[in-house]
């Protein structure tokens, strides 16, 4: 991936390669003009002299230094990610990355461990162990930190005969054949839209409504950790200019609202379908400045097209689903938010590189031109401000490589 990162051109790239293309046969032109035109319109004029002042001109304007040091610094910052773990797919997303404005973030696997440990099972007209069961049964295919805590809980052997067929309802949980029952688990919408009348669950978690043969069974409470790096992240990205911090959750709004609260983001938005994601994350992308950028963080199979969406689509890499890491623009290797801060501070200073080449490869350039255009300089001028140059430029360029870890 850090490989095929060079085929994604940043704007300044782009613009070098646009200079390099006009600006190089214009410099030609004024050599030969310079070569040509003195000796015969000055008096005392040489060819010998007015040549090798054009030569020296040539050296001079050879743009080697912007081309080759501006995509150095780039894939230098791209290295240097790569080094803390964080995975960036081109130098577009890394300039992007730099004038990040408002970050957005998922909560499950995201904001929280996504390890989940069922606390309560409330059953209706059946045993505890029998909704367990029957739900463990549902959730077997499922890979969702959710199910597979309620795997755990049940801690038996599950008999893959018994699953005639389930089905993932986007957003709302899933319905599965066991043996001759219909099984319905999800959220409270889930239910809603089934039309099956349910006891609501005023606990604080993520709640997993049950419903056998179209009659409710009872409910699983299940609960999430924050992760130790959340809030200080948050605070730090804030410390950072980054304007606006958000989370959306498909949780429900007391739950969402609670991690906002312990962890210190500016809005949150509960109980949203993958649908409703992309139209928040829309809205997001109209509050934004010219040139800021949105930035996405997320995990799951409902979060790619909100990864695909945004400016910046951040993954994480170990719990991630493929689809999401697929998806993304930058994968997070380890799945620590902190890495999110160092890939912004890396960008940064890329740009920060990148900005200094130009202005110090096309100073120098334009002083040594009009000195050699008027026979001050001589050729070892010229060598120093196309090679010396360029050796400076791509040294520096290097220092995008070197980044601090933690």
Same mark, same amino acid.
């Given at each position: 991936m850090v490989e095929n990162a060079s085929s994604k051109k940043a704007k300044s790239e782009n613009f070098i390669t646009k200079f390099a293309t006009y600006y190089t046969p214009a410099v030609v032109l004024v050599a030969i003009i310079l070569a040509i035109f003195p000796p015969l319109l000055l008096e005392g004029a040489t060819f010998s002299e007015w040549i090798y002042r054009a030569l020296s001109f040539l050296v001079v304007s050879c743009p080697c230094a912007l081309v080759i040091s501006v995509p150095l610094s780039f894939f230098g910052g791209i290295g240097g990610a790569s080094k803390v773990g964080v995975l960036v797919k081109g130098s577009n997303y890394l300039e992007a990355l730099a004038n990040t404005e408002i970050a957005i973030f998922d909560k499950t696997g995201t904001l929280t461990k996504g390890v989940f440990e069922v606390q309560q099972v409330n059953p209706v007209g059946i045993s505890k162990e029998r909704l367990l069961e029957t739900v463990a049964y549902a959730e077997y295919y499922s890979n969702h930190p959710i199910a597979q805590s309620v795997k755990r809980a049940y801690g038996k052997e599950i008999q893959e005969n018994k699953i005639i067929q389930t089905q993932e309802l986007s957003g709302l949980g899933i319905e599965a054949k066991i043996e001759e029952e219909i099984v319905l688990v999800g959220n409270d919408k889930l239910l809603k839209e089934k039309q099956i009348a349910y006891e609501p669950c005023k606990e604080i978690g993520t709640v997993l409504y049950v419903a056998i043969n179209g009659m409710y069974a009872g409910y699983i409470l299940i609960a999430d950790t924050i992760k130790e790096d959340a809030q200080s992240t948050i605070l730090e990205l804030k410390k950072n200019h980054i304007k606006q911090v958000v989370m959306l959750t498909g949780d429900k709004k007391e739950v969402g609202e609670k991690v906002a609260k312990e962890i210190g983001v500016d809005a949150v938005y509960s109980e949203l379908l993958p649908s409703d994601k992309v139209e928040k994350v829309?809205?997001?992308?109209?509050?934004?400045?010219?040139?800021?950028?949105? /930035?996405?963080? =997320?995990?799951?199979?409902?979060?790619?097209?909100?990864?695909?969406? /945004?400016?910046? =689509?951040i993954a994480m890499g170990g719990l991630g689903a493929d689809s999401a890491i697929e998806a993304a623009d930058v994968v997070l290797m380890t799945d620590e938010l902190s890495k999110i801060l160092q890939a912004i501070q890396i960008a940064k200073k890329t740009m920060c590189i990148v900005k200094e080449n130009i202005v110090f490869a096309i100073a120098v350039k334009i002083g040594v031109l009009i000195l050699t255009a008027f026979g001050l300089s001589t050729m070892w001028q010229a060598v120093f401000a196309d090679v010396g140059v360029s050796v400076i430029a791509i040294l520096n360029a290097l220092r995008a490589l070197h980044v601090r870890k933690g």
């Open positions: 829309e809205e997001l992308l109209h509050k934004k400045s010219a040139k800021g950028k949105v /930035a996405f963080v =997320g995990d799951g199979i409902n979060d790619a097209p909100v990864l695909a969406l /945004a400016d910046i =689509g």
